[in-house]
């Protein structure tokens, strides 16, 4: 799992959890979000394009709104970087190749 270094994942709980699941913790560099790049871009895209104004009645509105966000962020979203295609549609171009 990587993360930042924010506060949640640096308590003892947190890893401790992680270590019970034999998940291997990784944290960028302080400061620097370039070390988790595209991370961090999914997460501002997601924040502004989900979030921006919405208001969930509750937990299972959030999490079916999050699971759409995530399935048209990999299958119908295009990018520019990928050629004017999702990242499974490129993912599926570049198999072809």
Do not use: A
């Amino acid at each position: 799992l990587h993360s930042d270094q924010g506060w949640q994942y640096q308590m003892r709980e947190f890893q401790s959890r992680l270590k019970e699941h034999n998940i291997l913790q990784s944290m960028s560099r302080k400061g620097n979000c370039l070390d988790n790049s595209v991370m961090e871009n999914f997460f501002g895209r997601l924040k502004v394009e989900m979030f921006y104004g919405e208001k969930f009645q509750t937990v299972d509105d959030f999490v079916h709104c999050l699971e759409e966000y995530i399935h048209y962020w990999n299958n119908e979203r295009i990018s520019l970087k990928l050629k004017g295609m999702s990242p499974v549609g490129y993912r599926t171009h570049s198999q072809t190749i």
